[in-house]
């Protein structure tokens, strides 16, 4: 049967999945064999759980698995549906034991009055929320900023004990045992037990979701019975002094405070949980991120050299090899997902990781890319109302351990090995990580200032953009036209640079001035070795054009960024007019060459002072011929905006780059055309400092996250957003490249970024965080 997307059953089953088992889903349909076949247990799940399920997501994405009785999804859009939606995806089951223990374990569990209740990762609303908004604030990036020197200070430590042995297994020396002393330090737990609570803390993961066999379920029940009475004594010892630090104590307090909202009884629970969640998760997050840096020697021997990139580093092995890699979730009315008829009572097998590798959300998705721009987009943090409050504790943590690791042992690499997971469906790391190294080079014996060098500084909460720069070379800088200069970049050893479409542009900082510039991309897409630039330099300008051209020389190495197009050039348009003023010719001409190559109807209006001041001319008459009309005011002659446009064209798109004045008279000349008929360049905002004085406070609703946060006068959205602990990715901060992009569902906007289109902002469905406001009253957004 061949594969297709019309429906296959009369219960709305869209997939044709040959070949079946003999097996039927609860609605009805069959079961493929693969689908049958699926065992997250097995070593080819534990091992590289996307790629065991790069069928399903392919053609399958959502199954049936009879064994486990769950629904499995594998899909970016499916899996974050399901996150949005709280209330039919109830989180009840999500630490519910997968394999039922049998009776003698349970009566072991019951002789250490073991009574686990639900916590924040697995309760439902209307209790949830308010509880999570009253127990976050020790979770924000300036309460967590308090614990960096801890950090710090104990990964130093557990590198001192191994730095000179040549070969060490850094989960059992470091990744466990740190992450834990951490947990408890922000758990405000006293440093005690580290063996036995570990011990207890493996247990609980394979209690609840793992498959131990039944001689070993007792076993797993005394240490689990253990885990928790030891959590109790703790909490006891805690209550005696509510006014020590750590969230416990915090959550102490706030119990006293609001018993209503965090019961008694509740904080036993939250105690345990809080151990497993804050140290396992991060210990097995690090394990994994170091095992796939080591496995990239360019990109470990990259961060080694630079490590402001490690941030980004962190955030790509979040995504590429999570530690969490699956959830579960109860279906509490029939429904459908992806077109599946899910009736109330399904359980949901969410692969995390499996939409971390989606190619529908994230290109090349198998990719280990440290600079891609869209990372923290995964989904191993979850999203919404449940989403890990502990997860920029946890990149902190990464952040800290890979900078000390990196700086201390750059030499370092992966013995030979056979990975070993703990078999679970959801938290996973490898069991052992050995790495060796020959101490002789350590550098700290040749340079033993290195050991008190101020650390790079961490970034707390999600990555920025700025941190994802790569080094350049100017292979050829040659004058382009009177006070243009055009620059060849390459990479050092050659490598091919990623793509880039006609528009695009790349930020180039100018050495240590702390200036950087943005200068669209002129070359040849399909030359996938080299990046070509203009740059005009500015007189009047701040300095950068300057620096570049002074210092810019064949040899020079560049930091930059990118590229990125917020000008992208519309491939099925029926006919294209390009508009070009002086250096804003470098966008517009590898648009003007796309459009022949595609065969699109294209005109290039390029104006500019005089021809010896034209960057590009020969080539563009070489290449665009009549198509290109040149518009030289010493010679008297100027584009006549106003008879170009006078005449509507259906269907015809105007791109346009240039000065301030020219677009003004463009804005204008285009009025009565079809909205969005205009496009538009922009490198300079609009957006000044936000003054307080003439700006009103309001609310946002976050629909997803069930939470609603006041934005005062004096804060931009995505500041408040952050504050939140809500993950927000941002570039320009000024309203001009589009990355802080929300998802508006109510409410009225006040639009002040230089991104949307006429139309996209009478539509009113997105705003740009950093710098767009709410009329009035209060916006809902989608987050
Ligand atoms: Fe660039 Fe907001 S961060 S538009």
Redesign the pocket.
Known sequence: MAETNTPQHPSGCPYAHPPLSAQTTPTGCPVSQRAADFDPFSDGYQQDPPDYVRWAREREPIFYNPALGYWVITRFDDIKAVFRDNITFSPSIALEKITPTGDEANAVLASYDYGMSRTLVNEDEPAHMPRRRLLMEPFTPPALAHHEPMVRRLAREYVDRFVNDGRADLVDQMLWEVPLTVALHFLGVPEEDMDTLRKYSIAHTVNTWGRPKPEEQVAVAHAVGNFWQFAGKVLAKMRENPEAGGWMPYGIRKQMEQPDVVPDSYLHSMMMAGIVAAHETTANATANALKLLLQHPDTWREICEDPSLIPGAVEECLRHNGSVAAWRRLVTQDTQVGGVDLPAGSKLLIVTSSANHDERHFSDADLFDIRRENSSDHLTFGFGSHQCMGKNLARMEMQIFIEELTRRLPHMRLAEQRFTYVPNTSFRGPEHLWVEWDPAQNPERAQPELLHKAPAPVRIGEPSRHTLHRTLQVSEAKPAAAGITRLRLSAPDGRELPRWTPGSHIDVECGDTGISRQYSLCGDPGDTRHYEIAVLREQEGRGGSEWMHQHAQAGTTLKIRGPRNHFAFDETASRALFVAGGIGITPVSAMARRAKALGIDYELHYSGASRRTMALLEELQALHGDRLKVYAKDEGQRNDLAALLATPQPGAQIYACGPARMIEALEKASAHWPQDALRVEHFVSNVGTLDPAKEHAFEVELKASGMVLPVRADQTL?SALRAANIDME????????????VRVLGGEIDHR?L?LTRAEREAGGKM????SRAKAGRLVVDL
């Open positions: 995505l941002s570039d320009c901060e000024e309203g001009l490249c589009g990355s802080c992009e970024d991104v740009m965080s950093c710098c």
